[in-house]
């Protein structure tokens, strides 16, 4: 894809907008992450407003706090260990990441701020023509399946006897491509187009969302996505059927951002 410049979106107030970079200037996870902590720091101050550090990253597997050694890859692929919430996911060419540095009151509602992000991808996702929704249990934003009943058969076998509603230590990546989480569109399954992990310290958000623009979804069939082993993951593109890139979403998701997170009414967490 055509690289994308450095550059701030001028906000007058409210939430900032940074694009660290894009395409051949994709920035190295744990630079980023270390920005992440520089802005978090001077968001706590008061020395910078709420912002937003938009980015593509190179491939690279983060394991947030509750990972298994199960979920990890099989062939020894490298994983960065991170403080955030949730557990493995992939980063890479085609997925647009978001880090929404963002001060709430005390105690933070954890939940109302995944919420917010979600809503604001499911909005995203919207004006793009893909219906995307929630999914109770599972944060991040969703394509639905088809009902379990409609779904075609695995293996030739009956979904009533698909291992992996019944057989806790089944493992996808052993058990060939029909299973992979980047088919899971052709199965017809529930299949997870952004991704969420964040940590929040000293009431300041870090970390944030992860969209599926249109990337190589095969890179996931190394993991247990998000340690979810019966649904698998989608791109705008791919439920699309063409070309979306990153440049195309980024003042969409921007645009989102800012009217979910700026009009919000921020309250503490009910104790």
């Not at 692929?77 to 005390?106: C, E």
């Amino acid at each position: 894809m055509t690289a994308i410049s450095r550059g701030d979106t001028p906000a007058p107030e409210g939430l900032r907008f940074v694009q660290l970079g894009f395409g051949a200037d994709a920035v190295d996870y744990e630079t980023a992450w270390q920005e992440q902590r520089r802005v978090h720091a001077a968001r706590f101050a008061d020395e910078v407003p709420d912002t937003c550090l938009l980015l593509e990253h190179p491939p690279v597997y983060t394991a947030g706090r509750r990972t298994d050694d199960s979920e990890r890859p099989l062939d020894g692929t490298p994983v960065i260990d991170v403080d955030r919430g949730g557990k493995i996911t992939w980063h890479g060419p085609g997925q647009l990441v978001g880090y929404p540095i963002q001060k709430l009151p005390r105690p933070v509602d954890v939940v109302a701020h995944v919420r917010r992000l979600e809503e604001a991808i499911i909005r995203t996702c919207a004006e793009f023509g893909v219906e995307t929704t929630r999914i109770e249990g599972r944060s991040g934003v969703w394509v639905l399946g088809d009902p379990i009943a409609d779904r075609p058969s695995l293996g030739g076998l009956s979904l009533d006897f698909d291992p992996r509603t019944a057989d806790e230590e089944f493992d996808p990546r052993l058990n060939g491509p029909e299973y992979a989480p980047s088919n899971a569109g052709q199965r017809r399954e529930d299949r997870k187009l952004a991704a969420i992990g964040i940590r929040v310290a000293k009431g300041v958000t870090m970390h944030g969302f992860a969209i599926n623009v249109n990337p190589d979804n095969t890179s996931f069939d190394k993991i247990v996505p998000c340690g979810i082993r019966d649904a698998g993951v989608t791109s705008l593109a791919g439920e699309l059927g063409r070309d979306v890139t990153i440049a195309d979403v980024l003042p969409v998701v921007e645009k989102h951002l800012r009217d979910v997170l700026e009009n919000a009414v921020l309250l503490p967490r009910a104790v």
